[in-house]
């Protein structure tokens, strides 16, 4: 009798340190092939990336302090107000020396921060998921872009916002642009942060890792569909397609909708309806790597995704040295405590599934990779936690 609840209590525990063995990818080993890469720092966390035109857009969340939020018994914390606002980059020159300049916003509302997660464009427009917290909530931005002819410069000008209630704080990932005024979001994490910020308490930190591993399987993460541009989510958008245990990247080939599973390391192409609906989904692997956020490049037929190579290393090990050294952000290279992070740029071809490898670096530059892009004889990865991007030969 004892025993009655020790069994079930044993088998439970078993369960979650398999998946989590599994999940965290516990000794995998990866062979970098460093190619020949080259760190172009100035922006803090560029989750996504994507191209216009041939031109390498970027948005940055700007401080890790707000999407690695400190509790608020923690010495560090400040207030979130004080936190610097992000801004949209340009990766210029990227055959000869880049850079990432800052591209010039006009028009965007008076008070409203601005820290870009993930990206969307249908033409010359483009969306960016905004998580404000304190100075605007949870947005979803639109802008019209435009490049000077002489300079090659590009600016934006603020056209609309639609704005998502308390709940959705935090959550929304990427965004996937249909048209000027229709678009799908997905949401990574099944409970919302607090206006506030992101609590790093001890507890916080065990519910994360325990909804990461979820060795049942349990599906709390959706799918968006928003129809309108300006407003507010309740009138304008709804759950669509299935729910998964956590949705991320978003990308459309204008007829398919991509949505990508990262506990299954499965992208999803979607059929929609007449009415947007997203309908008969089909698996494609991204095995043997982790993805993250996707964008479809139209010259080539193909997904690009980049992310972390080796969860463990990379989750566990170097980002959390971070996480217990709140103030001392990634600046490029091994963490304090000499952990790398190895990190890596795929396409997958969606109608034959065939994946491809193009880089796989051992993290020396940069750490934390979660977008890539190429553009012509270039790959371009972002990273949603570390300093700059790393341009390398495609």
């Given at each position: ?98 850079v ?12 409203v ?49 639609v ?28 409970w ?55 949705w991320?990247?978003?990308?459309t ?10 506990t299954?390391n ?42 972390m ?15 217990h ?11 304090p ?48 936690i ?9």
């Amino acid at each position: 009798m004892k025993w009655a609840f020790a069994i079930p209590f044993l088998a439970v525990l078993g369960a979650w340190l398999y998946s989590g063995y599994t999940t965290f990818e516990v000794g995998k080993k990866v062979q970098p092939t460093n190619s020949n890469c080259k760190a172009v720092r100035g922006a803090q966390g560029v989750e996504d990336l994507v191209v216009w035109k041939d031109n390498v857009l970027a948005g940055n969340l700007a401080s890790t302090e707000l999407w690695l939020w400190p509790g608020k018994n923690d010495p560090s914390f400040t207030d979130p107000a004080s936190v610097k606002s992000g801004s949209i980059y340009h990766v210029r020159n990227l055959e000869t020396d880049p850079v990432l300049e800052k591209v010039k916003i006009t028009g965007f509302p008076e008070g409203v921060a601005l820290h870009a997660h993930g990206l969307g464009l249908f033409e010359d427009y483009l969306f960016a998921i905004n998580h404000a917290y304190t100075k605007g909530g949870e947005r979803v931005e639109k802008f019209k872009i435009s490049q000077e002819e002489s300079s090659g410069k590009i600016s934006l000008t603020y056209v609309s916002s639609v704005t998502f209630p308390e709940d959705h704080m935090g959550i929304i990932n990427d965004i996937a642009a249909f048209s000027q005024d229709e678009f799908y979001v997905s949401t990574w994490l099944p409970w919302a942060d607090s206006l506030r910020g992101r609590s790093l308490s001890p507890i916080s930190k065990i519910i994360n890792i325990l909804y990461l591993i979820n060795p049942f399987g349990v599906k709390w993460t959706w799918l968006i569909h928003c129809r309108g541009s300006s407003g507010k989510s309740e009138s304008l958008c709804h759950e669509t397609g299935p729910k998964a245990e956590m949705w991320n990247g978003m990308t459309t080939d204008g007829k398919k909708i991509y949505a990508y599973s990262l506990t299954k390391n499965t992208v999803f192409a979607f059929d929609r309806t007449k009415d947007g609906e997203l309908v008969n989904p089909k698996p494609i692997s991204l095995a043997p790597h982790f993805g993250d956020n996707i964008e479809y490049n139209p010259k080539d037929g193909q997904l690009w995704t980049g992310g972390m190579a080796t969860l463990f290393d990379c989750y566990i090990l170097w980002v959390g040295d971070y996480e217990h050294s709140i103030g001392v952000l990634p600046k490029g290279g091994p963490s304090p405590s000499g952990a790398k992070c190895p990190i890596h740029s795929s396409s997958v071809d969606p109608k034959t599934g065939k994946v491809t490898n193009h880089v796989l670096h051992d993290g020396s530059l940069l750490g934390g990779a979660s977008a890539s892009v190429k553009v012509g004889n270039k790959i371009v990865i972002g990273t949603w936690i570390d300093d700059g991007v790393l341009v390398c030969d495609a």
